[in-house]
């Protein structure tokens, strides 16, 4: 589907992300992670980058040393974001910047400087960003988390028209509940809300970090080339059912 290209991944040490690693890594490809935390041991074709993504200044400086490096990016998947639950009337700006900073103003920087690499070295590339089905529906503990990717969607749908000329495509992943370490405390904790989820969905099961990361490939391959500006939800079909 897709081989011997340059895949840069943030957010790729745990979740979504590392699933996306991995299946990447299996389909012989070379895997670039951006992440604030790095592991020990790392398999062939599997490079780390730290970088803690609330950080907006040092983007530029890693991006460019990443492309010194490596010489170009095939795919960029923007896949790093943060989730603290909260209560609307407790968010205060020091919480309400962290998420828009790590979520939103990251995504769009990188997207912007990864952009100029690919348009250099006139690569068919790849823009992938993972918003969530909270960029849709509302959640009583995510006022803050909701806004920045509903902002993901639209920042997706703006660059796609930018870099259409430069035969990139640009889309976004919508997951819906995924078991992850954004969510794996809360869910523990309360696993009457767990079964709701489940209830909700179809499939009668959550989807798992590992089927995402296929819709990644997906999306990164040949076989998506027509695909574009587009917001693709993943959510085992949870958001049609609200009986």
């Not at 895997?31 to 790392?42: A, L, R, S």
């Not at 599997?46 to 890693?62: A, E, G, H, P, T």
């Not at 930018?162 to 523990?188: D, E, Y």
Request: charged share 20%.
């Amino acid at each position: 589907m897709i081989n011997n290209k340059t895949i840069l991944i943030t957010g790729g040490s745990s979740g979504i992300g590392k699933a996306a690693v991995n299946l990447f890594l299996k389909n012989n490809n070379k895997v670039i992670v951006i992440d604030k935390n790095i592991p020990k041991k790392k398999p062939k074709n599997l490079f780390f980058y730290k970088l803690d993504l609330k950080k907006i200044k040092l983007i530029k400086k890693v991006v460019k040393n990443i492309s010194i490096k490596f010489n170009k990016i095939d795919v960029l998947i923007l896949n790093a974001g943060i989730c603290p639950f909260e209560k609307f009337l407790k968010i205060d700006q020091k919480l309400f910047d962290l998420v828009v900073d790590v979520n939103q103003k990251s995504a769009f920087f990188l997207a912007q400087e990864v952009a100029k690499i690919m348009i250099k070295q006139r690569v068919q590339g790849k823009i992938i960003f993972t918003s969530s089905i909270s960029s849709i529906f509302g959640g009583e503990l995510q006022a803050h988390y909701c806004g920045t990717k509903g902002a993901i969607n639209q920042i997706m749908k703006s660059i796609c028209i930018s870099l259409g000329k430069h035969n990139i495509n640009v889309n976004a992943i919508l997951p819906g509940t995924v078991i992850t370490n954004i969510n794996k405390k809360q869910l523990a904790k309360n696993n009457s809300l767990k079964n709701y989820f489940i209830k909700r969905t179809p499939l009668k099961r959550l989807i798992t970090p590992e089927e995402i990361a296929k819709v990644m490939l997906f999306l990164a391959s040949d076989l998506s080339s027509g695909i574009n500006g587009e917001t693709i939800m993943v959510d085992g079909g949870m958001a049609i059912n609200f009986q």
